[in-house]
């Protein structure tokens, strides 16, 4: 009976060391690298284009206006 109290004993003792556990959780630097982006050149084109095919456009305007009085 004293052998059964004694394991009882020392195994409610160490329960909460077995089941005790630690949370370890690292992290890698991040390296952060510049990102190109190309939308910018096709924007500048699109802007060029539109300035060049301006004079083109208010010519048009300029033709179409006097035929509809």
Known sequence: MKHGLA?????L????????STHRVEVAPVE???IHITI???VKVDR????FFSDIDKQK???E???AQ
């Open 7 to 11: 394991i009882i004993a020392a195994a």
């Open 13 to 20: 003792l160490l329960t909460p060391y077995g089941c005790g």
């Open 32 to 34: 952060v690298k510049p």
């Open 40 to 42: 910018d050149v096709n």
């Open 48 to 51: 060029e284009l539109d300035d």
């Open 61 to 63: 305007e300029q033709t």
């Open 65 to 67: 206006t006097p035929n």
